[in-house]
């Protein structure tokens, strides 16, 4: 069965680095677009980046533009969320999930991981 088991949160202080991975299994990862979403408390999850199947192209919410990117090994069944200068707003759980299409729309996502948690204090 399809299952994406995220890793790499934890607390940070504002300006500081994450990375979050997501390890994937039950499907043929390279054949599908990988994105991460977060859900921060009171808030609705929102899109934070999507890359393609072959990991040559890449998009991002306007809000974290410039400061993450997102990357895949498809050897390693693995995504990746690199997030640099943190700030308090980047506060939320982190979910991957696998999408039928490269997309920001959360319709066209599946299957999603149990999340993890990043908390940035300022």
């Known amino acids: 069965q399809v299952q994406l088991v995220e890793s790499g949160g934890g607390l940070v202080q504002a300006g500081g680095s994450l990375r979050l991975s997501c390890a994937a299994s039950g499907f043929t990862f390279s054949s599908y677009a990988m994105g991460w979403f977060r859900q921060a408390p009171g808030k609705e999850r929102e899109f934070v980046a999507v890359?393609?199947?072959?990991?040559?192209?890449?998009a991002f919410a306007d809000s974290v533009k410039g400061r993450f990117t997102i990357s895949r090994d498809n050897a390693k069944n693995t995504v990746y969320l690199q997030m640099n200068s943190l700030e308090p707003d980047d506060t939320a759980v982190y979910y991957c999930?696998?999408?039928?299409?490269?997309?920001?729309?959360?319709?066209?996502?599946?299957?999603w991981g149990q999340g993890t948690q990043v908390t940035v204090a300022s």
């Open positions: 999930a696998r999408s039928l299409a490269y997309s920001h729309y959360q319709t066209y996502y599946t299957y």
């Open positions: 890359v393609s199947a072959n990991g040559g192209r890449t």
